[in-house]
């Protein structure tokens, strides 16, 4: 089975689909915007789903994905990036194109057959260095993820709070829990974020909020994630960046859930050797 539908949560962008206008036929037929109902008359050109409620904040409409899609696989993608493919991508090259319709149907097949694996993944930014190889395990993705929402905690046992760096925030949990992912290297998204411009989060997303969102992540997780200096000149101000201990905190997990096995073997060998 390959991926049932890509979702894409889109507000005051219908006018500039980016992802969606950039994607071929074959995607595009397993493609849903999610938009608020304030604006479901927007789109007459695009197949869309609508949220239940207006203004309810990108976490929330994740959350709201993720609980409707519970038992599928599936894609989330911000409705402002371009998908690339690298060119040739078993050679290293720097050099990638536009995701053809070859392209498109080798990722989601081969992404459906990742998910019997494991759980959830996504790409990389298609501009980073190339890696030389298809993929990465235990790796950071944003912009562009895949679920397995039968293999998923449910959404009442994950944290939803934060208004922001909802992405990072859902990673980090999954990882702790034990969940594993991979990620594309082959392919990768071309996103212009933290930059002005009308639509999407950026009609109301402050440096404050993620800045004071970075500091709730690091008190969250003062083990795997940390300050990492500033960026200055980024939406009027400083951007205060962390660095993450992405596969640190997978191996942690693993770590953790070794222990916790071997304590309950160890209780309840001494309860039945006290019979």
């Known amino acids: 089975m390959s991926i049932d539908t890509i979702y894409i949560p889109t507000?005051?962008?219908s006018h500039n689909q980016i992802t969606f206008d950039n994607m071929t036929e074959n995607a595009q037929r397993v493609t849903r915007l999610v938009v608020q109902p304030k604006e479901k008359d927007l789109y007459p050109n695009y197949p869309i789903l609508v949220l239940p409620e207006n203004d309810i904040g990108i976490t929330a409409t994740r959350r709201w994905i993720y609980e409707y899609a519970a038992d599928q696989k599936y894609c989330v993608v911000d409705d402002d990036v371009l998908m690339v493919a690298r060119k040739p991508w078993h050679y290293?090259?720097?050099?990638?194109?536009?995701?053809?319709?070859?392209?498109?149907d080798?990722?989601?097949?081969?992404?459906?057959?990742?998910?019997?694996?494991?759980?959830?993944?996504?790409?990389?930014r298609g501009n980073l260095p190339p890696t030389g190889i298809e993929y990465l395990e235990s790796a950071p993705a944003a912009c562009f993820f895949f679920f397995n929402g039968l293999a998923l905690p449910r959404a009442d046992e994950l944290d939803w709070s934060l208004p922001v760096c909802e992405d990072i925030h859902m990673?980090?949990?999954l990882f702790k829990k034990g969940y594993n992912n991979r990620v594309w290297d082959r392919f990768g998204y071309i996103s212009n974020i933290l930059v002005d411009g009308g639509g999407g989060c950026n009609e109301w997303r402050t440096l404050k909020i993620i800045n004071d969102t970075h500091e709730k992540l690091i008190s969250y997780y003062p083990n795997h994630v940390s300050w990492n200096g500033i960026r200055e000149n980024v939406m009027g101000g400083d951007f205060k960046k962390i660095k993450i201990k992405w596969k640190r905190m997978y191996l942690d997990s693993q770590i953790s859930n070794l222990e916790e096995f071997m304590n309950d073997t160890h209780r309840q060998t001494n309860e039945l050797l006290s019979h």
């Open 11 to 13: 507000l005051g962008r």
């Open 171 to 173: 990673v980090l949990q």
């Open 92 to 104: 290293g090259e720097k050099t990638k194109r536009t995701m053809t319709a070859e392209d498109w």
């Open 106 to 124: 080798y990722f989601l097949n081969t992404t459906s057959d990742w998910l019997d694996d494991v759980s959830f993944g996504g790409t990389r």
